[in-house]
Nanobody, 121 residues
Framework: QVQLVESGGGLVQAGGSLRLSCAASGRIFSINAMGWYRQAPGKQRELVAS???????NYADSVKGRFSISRDNAKNTVYLQMNSLKPEDTAVYYCYCNANRYSGGYYYDYWGQGTQVTVSS
């Protein structure tokens, strides 16, 4: 199986910073992409940032210039550096990994359990 373990969430004041980490483990042949979604109460889950194995990145417009995604392929780990945090960034952040488990296998999405990020005014 593939498991994703997240860390780094917490409570910060507006303008502060946090860094989220997510490490994938288990039977992994190849990772196509990793990234982060977030979901606030009463709102739909939205993509925050993603990064492919070729280091192509994608960001939600609301976080561009403030958040930065990076990865360490050797450790199957993805990071999300969050700066200049705003109250509207408050949400549960979910890590995902798009990976296959054997050569030629289908690429599935695997999810972490989520980590709470709370930004006070």
């Amino acid at each position: 199986q593939v498991q994703l373990v997240e860390s780094g969430g917490g409570l910060v004041q507006a303008g502060g910073s946090l860094r989220l980490s997510c490490a994938a483990s288990g039977r992994i042949f190849s990772i196509n992409a990793m990234g982060w979604y977030r979901q606030a109460p009463g709102k739909q889950r939205e993509l925050v940032a993603s990064i492919t194995s070729r280091t192509s990145t994608n960001y939600a417009d609301s976080v561009k210039g403030r958040f930065s995604i990076s990865r360490d392929n050797a450790k199957n780990t993805v990071y999300l550096q969050m700066n200049s945090l705003k109250p509207e960034d408050t949400a549960v952040y979910y890590c995902y990994c798009n990976a296959n488990r054997y050569s030629g296998g289908y690429y599935y999405d695997y999810w972490g359990q989520g980590t709470q990020v709370t930004v006070s005014s």
